[in-house]
C-alpha cells in the first residue's frame, strides 16, 4: 500500500483534489485517502517475510502512508528511495506486510488527528497479526517525540524529521527482530539533508523540489521551527544537480517548495539568492513550467519580480501566505510585515508580471481578532482579488505563544467568519473563471476522465498540482504530460472546460 493524504487547506473552496492514479476528484472537504497501487509491487502473501524468503528475494515488505505537504512528500520519496536501494519492497497492502511507515504531520490540531487516525489503523492490524511492525516518522513523531510512545505503545520505532535517512537502518532492526534504539532523532543540521535518489510517488511529469529546510520565523501560531528547525539553505549546486535529475526523469514542471522561498540563500550566502538559483533552474533542459510556492513577502526584490516577468519558464503564479491584512493582527501574529507595504507589493506583482496569477492563505479567528479586524480583512479580500485561496480557522497549538494570548474566540465565530470570507472568494474565483472563456492558453495534461476516451484532466498555469482546480480538456491522443494548447470554453464550477486547439508537445 502506498497511501498519500495531502493537506487539508479548510474551505478552501478553489481547491479540489486530483488523484494521481485515476482522475478521481475530491471536494476540499473529503477526508477520505487516496491510494495508490504501485506498478511494481507484486501480490502479497499471507505471511510474513522470513529467512529463507529473503535470502531469494527482497529483505523485506513493506506499506507507506504520507501525509502533510509538500515538504513532507519530498522526505517520504526520499525515505522510498532508500528503502528501495537497500532491497525492501514497497507494496500496496499493509496486509501481510512485515512494517508500515506512517511520515506524520503535526502542523495544526486536524493534522495531527488524522496523523492518528493511520497510526492507529496500522496498529489495529498489528494487534491482529496482520502486520508485523509500524515506523512512525515526521514532523508529529518530532514534535511529540516519548509523549507519543506513551500513548500508542505499541509503534515499534520513532524517526524525527532529521533522523529520516536512517530509516533503512531502522527497517533493519524491525525485520531482524532487535528492539534497541526505539527512538531516532537528531539535531536540525546546518546543512539541509540531500533528496537526491527518491522514488517519486507524484505523476512522472512533475515533481516538488525543496531547496531549503526549517524557518528563521517566529510567527506566534506556528510550531514549524519546533519541528523542523532554522531555516538551512541548500547549496545552488546541489539544487540543481537535483533538478536536472528530476528532468532526466520526465519532469516537465518543477515545484519549488520551502517553508520560506524567498528567504532562499540568507544564512549560506548572507543575501537572499532566489534570483540566481532561478537563473540556474531555467537553464535545466527538459522543464517546461518552473513554479514558485510558499513565498514570503519579505525579500521579494524587484530583481525576482523582474525575472518572473520575463521568464519563459517561471509561471506567472505566485503563492505568497499573508494571514492577514490588520496591522493588529499582523503585529500579535508577530509576522514583521505590515498592511502598507503588503498592499504595495501585491499591486506592484499585478502591475509588473503580465497574467499573474496570485494565490494566499489567510487566518479568520486569531486570538483577538476584532470585528473591526475582521471587517477590514474582508473587504481587503473583495479588493485584491487573489484568484487563488484558502482560508484556516485558528488552530490552538499549545506550544506556540499564540496559545497563551488572551482573547481567544469561539469555535463557531471562527467557522462563520472563515465562510465569509470564502463566500466573497467565491465570487471573485467564478468572475476570474468567466473571464477565461474565449482565451487560449496551455494546458498541461495530469490524466483521462475514467471512461472518456478523447477527455483529459490537465492544468493551466494558473493551477498548483493538488491545490488548485483543473481544466477538462477535449483532445484527440493525449498522454499525461504533454503540454497541449487550449481554448476555454466555459467555466465549470472552480474549474474550466477546454478544447485542444494545437499539437501536444
Known sequence: ???????????????????????????????????????????????FTNELERAAGPKGRYAFISLGCPKNTVDSERMLGMLRLEGYELVNDPVGADFAVVNTCGFIESARQESFASIDEMLDLKRQGKLRGLIVSGCLAERQKELLLEHRPEIDHLIGVFGRDEVTKIADRLVGGLEEQRLVFRPAPAKPLADQGRLRIT???????????????????????????????????????????????????????????????????????????LRELEKVEGLEWIRLMYLYPMYFTDELIDLIAGSERIVPYLDMPLQHISDRMLKRMQRRVSAAPTKELVAKLRERIPGVVMRTTLIAGFPGE????????????????????????????????????????????????????????????????????????????????????????????????????????????????????????????????????????
Open 203 to 277: 505523476p512522472n511529469h512533475f515533481a516538488y523540489l525543496k531547496i531549503s529546510e526549517g524557518c528563521d520565523r517566529l510567527c506566534t501560531f506556528c510550531a514549524i521551527p519546533k519541528m523542523r528547525g532554522k531555516h538551512a539553505t541548500k547549496p545552488i549546486e546541489e539544487v540543481v544537480a537535483e533538478a536536472k535529475e528530476l528532468a532526466a526523469a520526465g519532469v516537465r514542471e518543477l515545484v519549488v517548495v520551502a517553508q520560506d522561498t524567498t528567504y532562499y540563500g540568507m544564512d549560506l550566502y548572507g543575501e537572499p539568492r532566489l534570483v540566481e538559483l
Open 370 to 505: 476584532t470585528d473591526e479586524d475582521f471587517a477590514e480583512l474582508a473587504e481587503w479580500i473583495a479588493e485584491a482579488r487573489f484568484e487563488r485561496l484558502g482560508v484556516f480557522t485558528y488552530s490552538l497549538e499549545p506550544d506556540t505563544p499564540a496559545a497563551r494570548l488572551p482573547n481567544h474566540l469561539p469555535e463557531e465565530v471562527k467557522a462563520e467568519r472563515r465562510d465569509t470570507l470564502m463566500a466573497i472568494q467565491q465570487q471573485v474565483a467564478f468572475d476570474w473563471g468567466d473571464a477565461q472563456v474565449g482565451r487560449q492558453c496551455d494546458v498541461l495534461i495530469d490524466g483521462p476522465v475514467p471512461d472518456e476516451p478523447t477527455a483529459w484532466i490537465g492544468r493551466t498555469a494558473a493551477d498548483a498540482p493538488d491545490v488548485d482546480c483543473a481544466t477538462f480538456v477535449t483532445g484527440e491522443g493525449l498522454k499525461p504530460g504533454q503540454i497541449v494548447p487550449c481554448e476555454i470554453v466555459a467555466r465549470s464550477g472552480y474549474d474550466l472546460v477546454a478544447v485542444a486547439v494545437g499539437d501536444a508537445r
Open 1 to 47: 500500500m502506498y497511501t498519500i493524504r495531502w493537506p487539508r487547506l479548510q474551505a478552501d473552496l478553489s481547491f479540489h483534489r486530483l488523484s494521481l492514479t485515476g482522475g478521481e476528484r475530491h471536494n476540499e472537504g473529503s477526508v477520505d485517502a487516496q491510494r495508490l497501487p504501485l506498478s511494481n509491487a507484486r501480490p502479497l502473501t499471507q505471511t
